[in-house]
């Protein structure tokens, strides 16, 4: 029986992929006139933390290091500005921790994002009170593709692998919740992560 649901945040919770992408390519086109292609984004750069994406950049001799800081400060100061304005309040997703919570489940986040980014669109879809834990890409060694910080939460609540149960998007957090050896729920988008989706772990 699954005991605890661990959910990623964004393209799971909240549809902010694109927020980030747009914040960085802003950022990225003030501070270094460079802007990542659409292609690029999904084949290499979608679902890693910022930090990685500009090493990941300055491997590929695009921008420098002493680029680093500024870009990513001004990639923050958009991505909040973004959530402050744009991100709703999720219903359907409350509707469905509350289902969660009535199979006696507990529920957590463990998203590549920051804490201050994840906290405020938890907050602004209404779901952030709901949540028993939360893990944030500043709070792992290793964030995913590495399992570390799912790993954490099946021993944080003292549960078997067997008991827990992922639901993932993007292709390296997939890669992350399978090699914790949990149950995974692969979804596309938020819109599909849904009461009906989760039945059938509870039936």
């Not at 957590?108 to 944030?136: F, P, Q, W």
């Amino acid at each position: 029986m699954i005991k605890l649901v661990i959910f990623d945040l964004d393209g799971v919770i909240v549809d902010a992929c694109e927020w980030h992408r747009v914040a960085l390519n802003k950022a990225l086109k003030e501070v270094c006139d460079y802007e990542i292609s659409l292609e690029d984004h999904y084949s290499t750069f979608n679902g890693i933390p910022t930090k990685v994406k500009l090493s990941k950049l300055s491997e590929m001799g695009i921008i420098n290091l002493e680029q680093h800081d500024a870009v990513y400060a001004r990639k923050q100061q958009l991505t909040v500005e973004t959530i402050t304005s744009l991100a709703p309040y999720r219903q359907e997703k409350v509707d469905l921790i509350n289902y969660l919570r009535d199979k006696n489940c507990y529920i957590a986040c463990y998203t590549n994002s920051i804490r201050e980014t994840a906290t405020l669109m938890l907050d602004k879809t209404g779901v952030l009170e709901h949540m028993d834990y939360l893990i944030t890409n500043q709070d792992v060694e290793n964030p995913k593709p590495h399992p570390e910080g799912y790993s954490f939460l099946v021993e944080k609540f003292n549960l078997k692998e067997q008991q827990v149960l992922i639901i993932e998007d993007s292709p390296k957090g997939k890669q992350a919740a399978y090699a914790s050896g949990c149950n995974v729920l692969e979804v596309e988008n938020p819109d599909q992560v849904t009461i009906d989706a989760v039945k059938e772990y509870f039936e």
